[in-house]
């Protein structure tokens, strides 16, 4: 069955008079991908800071599981990415994978079986010795990936998870997502690529920190007449844009 697993109650987050993001509500289902698409500094970091509860609301209210957060119990049912990678570049991928092991409590051969599987998903399996330090910026954000993989977490959340990543292999990560969303695992994903986007099951348009469309990319596409989502994020962002009326170009300049 269906089942809410992520609810965002008219959130909105300031620092100081700045307000960066403005009244979100959103709910996210099990098995659902989930993807928060919009231009640099539309606050999709910030919602996700929060739903993994490292920032809080300055109004509104966030629930994982129908469970209000922050709530450090609902750390364990939860994978997260972050934008940049939190890895220790003096030990090995082995060694950083098993750290990361211990603090959910994987032990001895459950921990070595998802360790090995972890890997072969974002194929780094050959490299598992080496030191972090001599990775590329690619290999660590696989790593990062296959950390967040490492507990089988009922809930997803990564932040830009293949930046970096070259097509063939963000190929295979998108068929490892579709096989955890087989199982029930929710996915959000940032992005700010289109064909990336075109992925998910839903999408959320964020700009200057509002939810200016929500749908499947299909129903994105009919409602705004577009071929591409690209073209409909620049029709959303256009209308929601007083003054903009006329700077589609200028919209499409912010993505990078
Ligand atoms: N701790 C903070 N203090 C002040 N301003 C912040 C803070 N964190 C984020 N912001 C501001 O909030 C806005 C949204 O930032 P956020 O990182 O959420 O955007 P984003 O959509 O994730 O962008 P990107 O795709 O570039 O990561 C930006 O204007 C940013 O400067």
Known sequence: MEEKIVTIHNVSRSFGKHQVLKNISLEMKSG???????P????????????????LPSEGEIYLFQEKMPNLKLIEKTGYMAQSDALYGELSAKENLEF????????????????????????LSEHINKLVSTYSGG????LSLAIALLHQPQLLILDEPTVGIDPVLRKSIWNAFYELKEIGTTIIVTTHVMDEAEKCD????IRDGR????G???????KTNSTSIEEAFLVYGGAGNENKRSSHSNSSANYS
């Open 139 to 142: 290999m660590k954000r696989r």
């Open 202 to 205: 839903r999408l959320g348009m």
């Open 32 to 38: 659902e991908i989930f993807g928060l698409l919009g």
């Open 216 to 222: 499947t990319p299909e129903e994105l596409k009919n």
């Open 211 to 214: 939810l200016i469309a929500l």
């Open 40 to 55: 640099s500094g539309a606050g999709k970091t910030t919602i996700v800071k929060q739903l993994v509860g490292l920032d």
């Open 100 to 123: 990361f092991a211990a603090l959910y409590g994987l032990k001895g051969a459950k921990r070595k079986k998802r360790i090995k599987v972890v890997m072969e998903t974002v194929s």
